[in-house]
């Protein structure tokens, strides 16, 4: 009984965000529909702000849905509908936002990061001193003995 319970849980709970889309915003074209589906998946709700707005319940998700949902159905195309929702919202309304001026710090300083972190190790493997071994003078030698000897005892 408990596994059966279980798995019915996990199933729901994977299931969950199909429930975000209410039926009355689904369109009876079902190629629109997926062109909205796709299109809803790249746009971020700007209340839970991790989750797409075809995954939130939020209110403002919802009329994002219906918003992209109309522009579709007035004949935008797909760049056309991010376009106008990004002029509304910015660009942060977009999960994977696009590489501009704006963003391309952004986007570069992972490299820059790696970049300075390397030319730092290379800067200080040609700092460090070689290591090499010592040629002693026959002083030195005959010194070392005496010590040596002198720790023995």
Known sequence: MMPRLLLAFVLLLLAAP??????DEVLADPALEARARALSAELRCMVCQNQSIDDSNADLAKDL???VRERITDGDSDEAVLNYIVSRYGEFVLLKPRFSIKTGLLWMTPLLLAGAASAGLVAMARRSPTRTSAVLTEEERARLEVILRSDRM
Do not use: E, K, M
């Open 18 to 23: 199909a429930f975000a889309v209410n039926p």
């Open 65 to 67: 849905r219906l918003l």
